[in-house]
């Protein structure tokens, strides 16, 4: 492919710029994070819907068949399962809030939902700079 090469061992190795493209969709995600913290949305709200996440989703989609057979494909495989889980745990949570249970069960899982957000994408901007594949 022309995104990667063959080292001796056999294994594909990205190129530098499908790196620094994983870098990018990391710094758009971290974007939406800062921009929920300082600003009147929540993290997990701006995480979710604002432009700069919506961009590196859109980015992980079109840039990942690139990525195939390298760690850095497994960075994305990483962000585009915290984007869609998020969703499904925010609607969860959405949905306890307006039954019985309510704000006291909704509330909490919206805090923890945060935390693994922030956590998912500090681990997976680590892992890339040390040049780590994600789990999957």
Known sequence: MANETIEAGGAAQPSESLVNIAHLVYALHAWSILAGIVGAATVVGMFLTGWPSIIAVIINYVKRPDARGTFVDSHFGWQIRTFWYTL?????????????????????????????????????WLALASRKPMPA
């Open 88 to 124: 499904l745990w925010v609607v969860i949570a959405v949905v306890l809030a307006f039954t019985v249970i309510g704000l006291p069960v909704a509330i909490p899982i919206a805090v923890v939902i945060t935390l693994w957000v922030i956590y998912r994408i500090v681990r997976g």
